[in-house]
């Protein structure tokens, strides 16, 4: 069963990448051609989950397409997913850099990189795809294609150049996120947080955390300065064969 859903979404990645190459060879530059990007989650909080985003930015810049894929997720509860975004002001001004989290962000020492903590690394949410898990089973095989002109699916008061970027090119520095795992009441007692001695299923809590990273389409089109260098390769060739039928002439007269 498992293997035959992880079958078929491998099989749905290679349409839009089949799709991108395509459109690519329609178009020069590359603003205007289609982008993919990538991302393999680091698990944070400890919980074995493991998981790969792939995502594809249509030329233009106006629709995105997100597929995620993850296992070994807690079963029995939700898992929030969201594009989270820093800014050189934290939460305003300009995108830059968003990163995965580590323990050294633990502030309140509690073992655990909580909502707040891991939000100095990745930045607030600027687009919520709800809960990705809908059967709560723990494994995770979502795919959605979001307007990006459409204001309402962007959060926070966010918008289109919050998450690519003033050049519609800077999806790179944003950042997806998985949350929602259990922890065993006691844990943190007295600290702030969701992870705080209450505990149980915390819905809030970042699991898995991945920096989007621009893809390289195997079998793209070459740059024109390639094309240059094919076009004089070829005509190398063709002097090559020609020079070489004229020794061979002059061999046998
Ligand atoms: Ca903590
Ligand atoms: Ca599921
Ligand atoms: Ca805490
Ligand atoms: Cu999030």
Redesign the pocket.
Known sequence: MLKSMLHRAGRAAIVPAVLACGLMSQSASAVHATQNYTTNFTQINGQGASGTAMLTLNPGATSLFVQIMATGLQAGGPHLAHIHGLFSNGTSGSPVNSTTPTLAQ???G?G???LA?GLLKYGPIIIDFGNIDPDQDGTINFSQTFNLLDSSIFTGGFGRTDLLGPGLSSLDLREIVIHGMNVAPGIGAG?P?E?NGTNGYLAILPVLSGEITEAVVAGAVPEPTSWALMILGFGAVGTTLRSRRRTSELASN
């Open positions: 633990d502030a309140d509690d655990f990189i909580e903590e600290t947080g992870v």
